[in-house]
């Protein structure tokens, strides 16, 4: 079965470090894998996806993530925070099955970024 | 840009109650799935429609069901409804239900069942 990890509940960085959130995942085939964040009471906004190529993909607000696959790795990266950026993010992939990928996500547990100023 | 839209935004019942949740895809996106979150829990599948037809099915109780219209919005109908319904509803929707597309996602439906 598809899945991701995200190994932090919660990660703390200071406004202007640069931040790391991380996500593992297990797949069978080629992973299709996205990120997406959640402000308080509000839906989950896309940031970035990795479905095929270059192996650093940028996204929305700054965001990049490096997809690795000999790690089996996308780790979601900003090289300066906002103290905007506080927000819950998911990493999730694309689920799949025998007739190839499905259209549900599967998401990780979520890690919340605390970015203090 | 349009986003996608539920209503209503805040709904509460009473157990055993029934409730229809709404959404309303991005214009032109022929894709919806129904995600349930419950509190401090990751977005959980439930199901999806492809051009009105079921597409996918995840783990949506028997007690709910789910229909794509011609206008490509979608309802969520849950009956026999119970305390451990309580949660976030989203939509979200895709362009041709490829696997490729990013799925857009409505602001939720929070269902506080009493």
């Known amino acids: 079965a598809q899945s991701v990890a995200q190994p932090e509940d919660q990660v703390n960085v200071a406004e202007g470090n640069p931040l790391t959130v991380k996500c593992t995942y297990s797949?069978?085939?080629?992973?299709?894998l996205f990120w997406y964040v959640q402000y308080p009471n509000r839906g989950l906004q896309f940031l970035l996806k990795y479905i095929t190529g270059d192996n650093l993909v940028k996204g929305s607000y700054g965001f990049e993530a490096e997809f690795n696959k000999s790690q089996t790795s996308f780790h979601l990266k900003k090289p300066s925070a906002l103290v905007s950026d506080s927000a819950l993010y998911f990493c999730?992939?694309?689920?799949?099955?025998?007739?190839?990928?499905?259209?549900?996500?599967?998401f990780g547990t979520g890690t919340l970024l605390a970015v203090q100023p | 840009a349009a986003g996608v839209i539920q209503s209503p935004r805040h709904l509460i019942k009473e157990k055993r109650e029934t409730a229809t949740l709404k959404c309303y895809p991005i214009p032109r996106h022929d894709t919806v799935y129904w995600y349930q979150q419950g509190p401090g829990q990751d977005p959980q599948f439930l199901i999806s429609f492809y051009e009105k037809m079921q597409s996918d099915k995840g783990s949506i109780p028997d007690r709910f069901s789910a229909q794509q219209f011609s206008d490509y919005h979608s309802e969520l109908n849950m009956s026999s409804l119970e305390l451990g319904d309580s949660a976030l509803y989203f939509c979200?929707?895709?362009?041709?239900?490829?696997?490729?597309?990013?799925?857009?996602f409505g602001p939720g439906t929070r269902l506080t069942v009493l």
């Open positions: 999730a992939v694309r689920d799949m099955n025998y007739g190839g990928a499905t259209n549900k996500l599967i």
């Open positions: 979200a929707s895709s362009l041709d239900g490829s696997s490729y597309n990013e799925q857009f």
């Open positions: 797949v069978s085939g080629n992973p299709y």
